[in-house]
């Protein structure tokens, strides 16, 4: 099972809105609307910021939004702020019954 | 509020068993609303899922990895455990312990991770 692919790099000034692709294919991404999006501080364990593509979890900022075309994700940061800035990974549930994440998207505010 | 903590050595050798310990507190193991998993880290790579498991000690291994992994649950002690065997270096990573809600499709929390590195 392949990584599903990000952007190496997204950046922004605050205020700004950005948007983390993550595409993967029909046996994951696609075939489900299984993704979820991590954000991970360096040294620091992964936070869950969306799960199910779109659905923030209590806690979680309202300017954290998640979408879903065919088999690529979207991970959009809207009114960025210096805390936003982190590595981001999604993750999918696939068609062999495993998980798969992102290979990672580091999100630098200018 | 659950809480999950990795415990084991940092170091192992080539060839050797890497074994790992969560103790989870604040949330009983026992409960038959989750599954209990690891995911691990290369430093400075991505994230890779290894598995998971249930209270009643099901099983369900990342198959690049079954060959290899091995988990337990210890109920009485509110821990699960991860054994890796014949490690080389690219075994060498964060491992991450983490809970999964039973259906469901995501993983949280997570503990604060623990780096094992593989090397003579």
Known sequence: QSALTQPASVSGSPGQSITISCTGTTSDVGAYNYVSWYQQHPGKAPKLMIYEVSNRPSGVSHRFSGSKSGNTASLTISGLQAEDESDYYCSSYTSSDSYVFGTGTKVTVL | ?120
């Open chain 2, 1 to 120: 509020q659950v809480q999950l903590q990795e415990s084991g050595p940092g170091l192992v050798k080539p060839s050797d068993t890497l074994s790992l310990t969560c103790v989870v507190s604040g949330y009983s193991i026992s409960s038959s609303s989750n599954w209990w998993g690891w995911i691990r880290q290369p430093p400075g790579k991505g994230l890779e899922w290894i598995g998971y498991i249930y209270f009643d000690g099901s099983t369900h291994y990342n198959p690049s990895l079954k060959s290899r992994v091995t988990m337990s649950i210890d109920t009485s002690k509110n821990h699960f455990s991860l054994k890796l065997t014949s490690v080389t270096a690219v075994d060498t990573a964060v491992y991450y312990c983490a809970k999964k809600l039973t259906s469901k499709t995501w993983f949280d929390p997570w503990g604060q991770g623990t780096l094992v590195t593989v090397s003579s």
